[in-house]
């Protein structure tokens, strides 16, 4: 099997580490685990890895000093944080560093295999890319919107943080038309924030509804943050056919649906189709300005998707992972 790239383990739970590097390995990556950070310095000093998973409570060398190290060395290196209990000054100075996700333990395995490979197969576009600007994530008072999913589709509220603990994440209840909205237990939900630095997402379900002391939906606190780094290109509003397709673990042969632009840029994309595309789902994309031997043939990945007002298709922000020099030339025009 050939391998979709190396992953450094940073854990001081050995049972941990042996389970990542199993389910990884299987899903076809080159692993290696170490469980202090002065292991974990020495191992990218020696070895060119795609995607670090850090612990930041080590043994012999904590977990942020261990992160600067790494920055130090390898710049563009992606390190996706792992973290049991959520210290707001230790996850500032995180984000300094320009992490590429974070993950509350404990996580599922599943939704972590997919990060790793988002984060892996994103590195070629931005291998260099900046440190963000700090900002502090699901601090009170913040803005974000809400995607109520249930049987009969999906719409998006205008919603707020109002409270967090180690377990749950409490929201403003949604409002229509000044009435407020009843959230049932179990209803999933997709929330979006927009921070200085990037623009963060993340799927959940909600526990309850209170009314006191003043109306909230509860969430269970997400296992998977996905990070999408503010636009580095500006998009132009161009409309062309597009053909899609999700590209699989099995490299079986791709579907492809057919959908439109809404803008362009060398970043990435947005575009008008008739299904939901998922946050983290990679694509093979091709563009149709004029003629076959027109055709711009990229990867990309899904940072966000809504349904349109008409409530009949979905907008899909995406991120181009691979380059065509036929789009530049397009953008140029």
Avoid: W
Wanted: proline letters at 5%.
């Amino acid at each position: 099997m050939v391998t979709k790239g190396s992953v450094l383990v940073v854990d001081d739970e050995i049972n941990l580490c042996r389970i990542l590097g199993a389910k990884l390995a299987k899903s076809g990556y080159d692993v290696v685990s170490v469980h202090d950070g002065l292991q974990a310095i020495e191992k990218v000093r020696e070895s060119d890895f795609d995607v670090v998973l850090l612990d930041l409570i080590l043994p012999k060398m904590d977990g942020l000093t261990a992160l600067a190290k790494i920055r130090g060395m390898r710049r563009g290196l992606p390190v996706i944080v792992m973290t049991a209990c959520e210290n707001a000054e230790a996850l500032e100075q995180a984000k300094s560093h320009g992490v590429s996700a974070y993950v509350n333990k404990p996580f599922d395995l599943d939704s972590l295999v997919t990060l790793v490979q988002c984060t892996s197969q994103a590195r070629v576009s931005s291998p260099d890319r900046s440190a963000p600007e700090t900002t502090i994530l699901f601090a009170k008072g913040q803005p974000v919107t809400v995607e109520i999913q249930n049987g009969s589709g999906s719409r998006t509220y205008a919603s707020c943080i109002c409270r967090k603990d180690e377990q749950t994440l409490s929201l403003e209840a949604p409002r229509v038309e000044g009435n407020l909205l009843r959230v049932a237990p179990r209803t999933s939900v997709r929330v979006a924030l927009a921070a200085r630095d990037a623009h963060y997402s993340f799927v959940s379900h909600v526990i309850s509804s209170t009314d006191e002391p003043q109306p909230v939906i509860v969430l269970d606190k997400p296992r998977v943050i996905y990070r999408a780094q503010r636009r580095e290109h500006p998009r132009r509003q161009i409309v062309l056919p597009v053909r899609y397709a999700r590209l699989a673990d099995d490299e079986s042969e791709p579907v492809f649906e057919s959908g439109v632009t809404r803008d362009l840029s060398l970043g990435g994309m947005c575009m008008v189709v008739p299904q939901e595309l998922l946050p983290g789902d990679m694509l093979r994309v091709e563009i149709r300005p004029k003629s076959t031997s027109d055709v711009l043939s990229l990867t990309a990945q899904v940072l966000r998707s809504r349904l349109d007002s008409a409530g009949s298709d979905h907008i899909v922000g995406c991120r181009f992972t691979s380059a065509d020099e036929k789009l530049r030339k397009l953008l140029e025009r």
